[in-house]
Nanobody, 122 residues
Framework: QVQLVESGGGLVQPGGSLRLSCAAS????????MGWYRQAPGKQRELVAT???????NYADSVKGRFTISRDNTKNTVYLQMNSLKPEDTAVYYC????????????????WGQGTQVTVSS
């Protein structure tokens, strides 16, 4: 069974940096796009950034210029480098894979990690 496992969250002061990682484990042939979403208390989950398996990236306007998404296909891992963090970036960050081809060779959709807390506070 395929799982997405996140790491790298924590507490950081405003202006600081964090790097999130998300590794896909299990047996599969391919992963399509991967990305990061976040959900703050009392708010809906929102897109932060996505990256396709060919490297095309998309960012929410609120993080452009501060966050960078990258991907290592040899490790089935996606990263989110977060710089110049603000208190409003505080949220649970979730890793997503929009489509995975497991050993059954039948595409499966919308995988999510368990989430990692990012808190930006002085």
């Amino acid at each position: 069974q395929v799982q997405l496992v996140e790491s790298g969250g924590g507490l950081v002061q405003p202006g600081g940096s964090l790097r999130l990682s998300c590794a896909a484990s299990g047996s599969f042939f391919s992963i399509n796009a991967m990305g990061w979403y976040r959900q703050a208390p009392g708010k809906q989950r929102e897109l932060v950034a996505t990256i396709t398996n060919s490297g095309s990236m998309n960012y929410a306007d609120s993080v452009k210029g501060r966050f960078t998404i990258s991907r290592d296909n040899t490790k089935n891992t996606v990263y989110l480098q977060m710089n110049s963090l603000k208190p409003e970036d505080t949220a649970v960050y979730y890793c997503n894979a929009d489509r995975i081809l497991p050993m059954t060779k039948v595409w499966e959709y919308d995988y999510w990690g368990q989430g990692t807390q990012v808190t930006v506070s002085s």
